[in-house]
């Protein structure tokens, strides 16, 4: 009875443990080039090739036939046969036929057990990487592959969303920053979105070059980025204006070289990424060391960039059937696009603040070149410019002030502004809001109100007068002068009869002073 036990206890115990499946298996792969040479490995310049390899299957199951480390392939043909029949699958970026997984090269066959000879035909006009055969049984294809093919999605995702929101701000002008800087994302998103198959997949695009010509144009637009970003041109920073020049010579040059060779036109985009890295670090370095802020936290950015970059443009296999160049490249992208777009945001930022910053400083200057020095009340250009927009029913009022020159004479110009101080003080709190008083010059002031608040302005320069007579100004009087927004039809005519109402006046109030005098003796 206990060795009974003993036996259920080990049919249990094996029953959960996982039993270890043979993984297929693919064995003595060899390529030859079109003239019928056995090749070490597949030139990255395209061309036509063949390679055989034997697949062991100990176990019937769906299984999927991809390539590792590129997917950049225009054409290719799967041929899987044992001793009865052989299978002809087809795929590749400018084939018709449609892929049964996303963003992948991945063809399902069913397989029972035994081995079969794999003929596998490519053709491309370039290669990113070495295509390697590698065969998967369905379900861990799927379980490897939906990881990287969701977060591809998403860093096109975030590709998209950056370009979206920088077209949109470069549109506008001035904005030519933010402008070169969506035509570098652009030509990246196109080139990811072309190599990984998207075009094809959702918008049956088959032209192969998109998976090398934007990355030609778009680093051309990110030398001109950077020299906007961190203000390099001929009067600034004349010698790296110059590199640029160079650079963007050599980028025209690749471009020229990639039509006339099309074979070597990913070859081009390598040189190309090169160049603007390192055109991108000289100038990152050097404007650093003149505590630039902005070159420095661009010189992070492009740093960044350089060593993810440099990995994905070197790299020609990769150990993981799970990732490829490609996806690596666009994270490298992705990462240096989110970290420019920060730097553009902060640069931004504080334009604005300056701009904030400028504005504040001109209102403030505008209003010491409007406001009168001594009385602290707004002066005659302010008048000037207060009268250019004068409403209906408005009032002008022009005051001279009795008795200054006097004042002056007998006891300094000391008091003399002291007079004309506290005569701005307690009109100006008396007028509140009915009236606004302004200096013309001297001892001659203006008022402007409406013309509802006439009277009532009349009364506060009384008091005003009688005010200043309690603290000791003698015949602190002014003559006015009354006119009326209708009585004319520009400023010149307004304050012309104004000031001729107020002489009028005070030649008035002279001869009755007189009179007064006389009649007083």
């Known amino acids: 009875m206990q060795r009974f036990l003993y036996w259920i206890l080990i049919a249990c115990w094996m029953a959960l443990i996982p039993q270890a499946v043979a993984a297929p298996s693919l064995l003595g792969t060899t390529c030859m080039n079109s003239k019928g040479d056995i090749v070490a490995k597949i030139p990255l310049q395209g061309g036509k090739f063949v390679c055989q390899s034997i697949i062991k299957i100990a176990r019937a199951d769906q299984y999927v036939i991809d390539f590792k480390n590129t997917s950049t392939i225009a054409h290719f043909q799967h041929e899987i046969t044992d001793a009865t029949q052989t299978h002809i699958i ?29 003929t596998t035909w490519l053709q491309s006009p370039y290669y990113l990487a070495q295509p390697e055969l590698f065969v998967s049984d369905l379900t861990n294809y799927q379980q490897q592959i939906n990881l990287t093919s969701a977060a591809s999605l998403l860093l096109l995702g975030v590709l998209l969303g950056i370009f979206t929101y920088y077209i949109a701000i470069g549109v506008a002008a001035g904005h030519t920053t933010e402008r070169m800087y969506a035509l570098f994302i652009l030509g990246n998103l196109i080139f990811q979105s072309a190599a990984l198959g998207v075009f094809k997949q959702l918008f049956s695009w ?35 204006y110059t590199l640029s020049i160079v650079a963007r010579s050599l980028l025209l040059a690749l471009l020229v070289i990639a039509m006339i060779l099309p074979n070597w036109m990913l070859e081009m985009d390598r040189l190309g990424v090169a160049i603007f890295l390192i055109f991108g670090l000289v100038c990152g370095i050097r404007l650093s060391l003149q505590k630039n802020r902005i070159a420095q936290l661009y010189l992070f950015a492009i740093s960044v960039f350089g060593v993810l970059g440099g990995l994905s443009i070197t790299a020609e296999r990769l150990d993981s059937n799970v990732w490829t160049i490609e996806q690596l490249g666009l994270i490298a992208v992705s990462v240096e696009a989110i970290l420019l777009s920060l ?161 009028a006046d005070k030649r008035t109030r002279k001869n009755r002073k007189e009179m007064i005098q006389v009649f007083t003796h």
Not at 209 to 229: G, Q
Not at 387 to 400: G, K
Request: charged letters at 20%; aromatic letters at 8%.
């Open 343 to 503: 730097l553009v945001a902060y640069q931004i930022n504080r334009l604005h603040k300056e701009k904030e910053q400028m504005l504040s400083e001109l209102q403030s200057t505008r209003s010491l070149a409007m406001t009168d020095r001594l009385t602290a009340v707004p002066n005659r250009l302010a008048l000037e410019n207060q009268l250019l927009q004068l409403r209906e029913h408005s009032c002008l009022m022009f005051l001279d002030i009795d008795n200054l020159k006097h004042v002056n004479d007998h006891f300094g110009h000391e008091a003399g502004d002291h007079l004309l101080q506290r005569f701005c003080q307690i009109l100006s709190k008396k007028l509140d809001t009915h009236g606004r008083l302004y200096r013309l010059g001297g001892d001659e002031f203006a008022i402007v109100c409406h013309e509802d608040d006439v009277e009532w302005c009349q009364h506060q320069i009384e008091y005003t007068h009688l005010q200043m007579e309690k603290e000791g100004f003698a015949s602190a009087g002014a003559s006015v002068g009354i006119v009326f927004s209708h009585e004319a039809s520009d400023t010149e005519e307004l304050m012309r009869i104004a000031d001729k109402r107020m002489y």
């Open 90 to 118: 087809k795929g590749g970026l400018s084939s018709q036929d449609q892929d049964p997984f996303l963003l992948r090269h991945g063809r399902m066959i069913y397989l029972a057990p035994g081995s079969y000879r794999l």
């Open 206 to 240: 088959h032209w192969f070059y998109l998976t090398s010509l934007p990355i030609l144009l778009s680093n051309l637009a990110y030398i001109s980025f950077v020299c906007h970003l961190l203000g390099i041109n001929q009067y600034h920073h004349t010698k790296l």
